[in-house]
């Protein structure tokens, strides 16, 4: 199976913050890799897919960049609605796998 | 507007089953793979197991080989998760969703599964 590793898995940041996730893969994803968004007790929300490509309504705000093993995904100015838990999952190959999370906190 | 209503969670003992359910609305089921995945409170979320859109084509991930069963009826817009020898490790949050290109473009709102005596 091939293993999401994220960093950090805790970050604190304010409003205004440019905010930096990294995501890891144990071997190559090509660009199969999308990032969720999920607050307490929600639903998660596709944000980017194909590494890179922000999904219908997210903010632009939100980019993702990388390719092969290594990914991130970052917040240019945070908000405060973006206080959230973020995931990568890869999806090149079955099982997909997720990443074990990066909370977003004040 | 698309919708996903899971139903069917419970708390069930170990070594039992459970079917769960997710009615779809706003597309036409048909169209689209689609998904059930979970998460266990403090835990990364999982993929359990995909279909296809006529169901001939099904994937699982290893810890739940050969115990759950996705399946689907098209012309009830239902997609379904029989889950049988459950394990107190199956519990937690499961949410059907729908998948576009290998990602979970839409989420239900899940529905919980507690295996335990």
Redesign the interface.
């Known amino acids: 199976d091939i293993q999401m590793t994220q960093s950090p898995s805790t970050l604190s940041a304010s409003v205004g913050d440019r905010v930096t996730i990294t995501c890891r893969a144990s071997e190559s994803v090509s660009n199969a890799l999308a990032w969720y968004q999920q607050k307490p007790g929600k639903v998660p929300k596709l944000l980017i897919y194909k590494a890179t490509t922000l999904e219908t309504g997210v903010p632009s705000r939100f980019s993702g960049s990388g390719s092969g093993s290594e990914f991130t995904l970052t917040i240019s100015s945070l908000q405060p609605d973006d206080f959230a838990t973020y995931s990568c999952q890869q999806h090149i190959r079955y099982p997909r796998t997720f990443g074990q999370g990066t909370k977003v906190e004040i | 507007e698309v919708q996903l209503v899971e139903s069917g969670g419970a708390l069930v003992q170990p070594g039992g089953s459970l079917r769960l359910s997710c009615g779809a609305s706003g597309f036409s089921l048909s169209t689209y793979w689609m998904s059930w995945l979970r998460q266990a409170p403090g835990k ?4 359990v197991a ?1 279909i296809n859109q006529d169901g001939t084509e099904k ?4 810890s739940v080989e050969g115990r759950f069963a996705i399946s689907r009826d098209n012309a009830k817009n239902s997609l379904y998760l029989q889950m049988n020898s459950l394990r107190a490790e199956d519990s937690a949050v499961y ?1 059907c969703a729908r998948d ?6 839409y ?4 529905t919980l599964v507690t295996v335990s005596s």
């Open positions: 990364r979320l999982e993929w995909t994937y699982y991930v290893d949410y576009r290109s290998g990602v979970e473009e989420w239900g709102q899940g």
